[in-house]
């Protein structure tokens, strides 16, 4: 189960990176400016969000394979229809809506909460952490040959190729079946007997729950900015495509270290604390990419220096919701988490296409991202690190 969810994770993350690819040519192809695609990328990473909600809901009711396998059809259908676009509107409604939906149905917020109740709390941030690498894994390895086809048979046809691939994704769901569902109060030692809305009430109610949720929002601003224009940013400056598929693709091998790592030391530190040091080291990589001259060897030194802290946040920030609350409602509180990472990454995308075609430069998006990053390390640092229950008489 734990071999077959990482390889799931590995072709979900591994499509949804490579958007960044298809920037230019749709833009170019259809004459549009790059605010329309990024609009529409920004719909598709708030519908994962919005979705993700839902999905989480739906997977802890009736179980995470019938999430996955609706996901996984949903994800390979709107990459087929991405090629015959004519309309910004196709557009939204292909690589928004429904590859949005796809992705909230086969990434982390469905799968981890499985691999955590396979392996129990003794190794619960291990598998956290590895699920997270698994998902980096396929950035390192379907970034650059999406590219390749790319180059060899053309943005659409490699389009429809990748959506054929992503059928798989619904026979490796499979495995889960055992894990997946409501769990009974009874394997969680932090759960009560709760009902859905009791477990919603509170969880809003929490303090700490709320901070959570603002820091990821500023973790989805930076992923989803980097991931969909940093190869148009790239070309920008003169270098072949093939450096800006190649960003991503270190970014993502970097990950593999950088979330594994993550997972193994929030299950033995402070994970809060850890966030903190995260937030922290984005805002300066990044202040440290602007300063210095850009050249081949600073961009890949970024590429790989921002890889160890891309994802590396997903094991504290899943783990505090399962420390707060128990996992037996993990999947559903969890996207509600993740709906914030998904809101800043909607701004993330969307500004930064807006901020382009008027000004003609990323700047301001890069130095906004610093901003956020320190505010997110302020934010972990206020943060309580305990059950809920022991602080249910406080109300925080």
Same mark, same amino acid.
């Given at each position: ?87 910004? =509107? ?7 809506? /429904? ?55 053309? =943005? ?15 026979? /490796? ?51 989803? &900015? ?50 903190? &040091? ?46 707060? &609350? ?39 998006? =890069? ?30």
């Amino acid at each position: 189960m734990i071999i077959t969810a990482c390889l799931l994770l590995l072709l979900s993350f591994g499509y949804r990176a490579g958007f960044g690819l298809f920037v230019m040519p749709i833009t170019e192809a259809n004459g549009w400016g790059r605010e329309i695609i990024s609009i529409a990328l920004a719909v598709q990473n708030l519908f994962w969000g919005i979705i993700a909600f839902f999905a989480g809901g739906l997977a802890d009711r009736f179980g995470n394979v019938k999430v996955v396998i609706a996901g996984t059809f949903l994800y390979a259908l709107g990459m087929v229809l991405m090629p015959g676009v004519t309309s910004p =509107w196709g557009l939204n409604a292909s690589a928004g809506i /429904l590859v949005g939906a796809g992705i909230a149905g086969t990434s982390f917020g469905i799968i981890l909460p499985a691999m955590a109740r396979a392996v129990g709390p003794q190794r619960q941030q291990w598998a956290l952490g590895l699920g997270t690498a698994a998902g980096s894994i396929g950035q390192f390895a379907i970034v650059p040959l999406a590219q390749t086809l790319i180059d060899a048979y053309g =943005w659409a046809t490699t389009l429809n190729i990748l959506a054929g691939s992503a059928l798989l994704m619904a026979v /490796l769901a499979i495995p889960l079946a055992p894990y997946s569902g409501r769990q009974p109060a009874g394997n969680d030692p932090n759960a009560t007997d709760q009902t859905v809305p009791h477990a919603l009430q509170e969880a809003i109610h929490y303090r700490s729950f709320l901070l959570l949720v603002m820091g990821f929002f500023v973790c989805g601003f930076h992923v989803a &900015f980097i991931t969909a224009h940093m190869p148009a940013f790239i070309t920008d400056l003169g270098f072949d495509p093939k450096v800006g598929a190649w960003s991503i693709s270190i970014i993502g091998l970097c990950n593999v270290f950088g979330a594994y790592f993550s997972g193994v030391v929030s299950g033995k530190m402070s994970m809060r604390y850890l966030l903190v &040091f995260i937030y922290s080291a984005r805002a300066v990589v990044i202040t440290l990419f602007l300063l210095i001259p850009i050249s081949l060897a600073s961009v890949l030194a970024f590429s790989a220096t921002m890889g160890f802290l891309w994802l590396a946040t997903v094991p504290p920030t899943s783990g505090l919701v399962a420390l707060m &609350f128990g996992t037996r409602y993990m999947a559903m509180l969890y996207g509600i988490v993740f709906l914030g990472h998904q809101v800043g990454s909607f701004i993330g995308v969307w500004l930064g296409g807006w901020l382009y075609d008027r000004s003609g430069s990323y700047d301001m998006v =890069w130095w906004l991202g610093v901003a956020l990053g320190l505010m997110a390390a302020v934010v972990h640092w206020l943060m309580s690190e305990r059950p809920v229950e022991r602080l249910a008489a406080q109300n925080l």
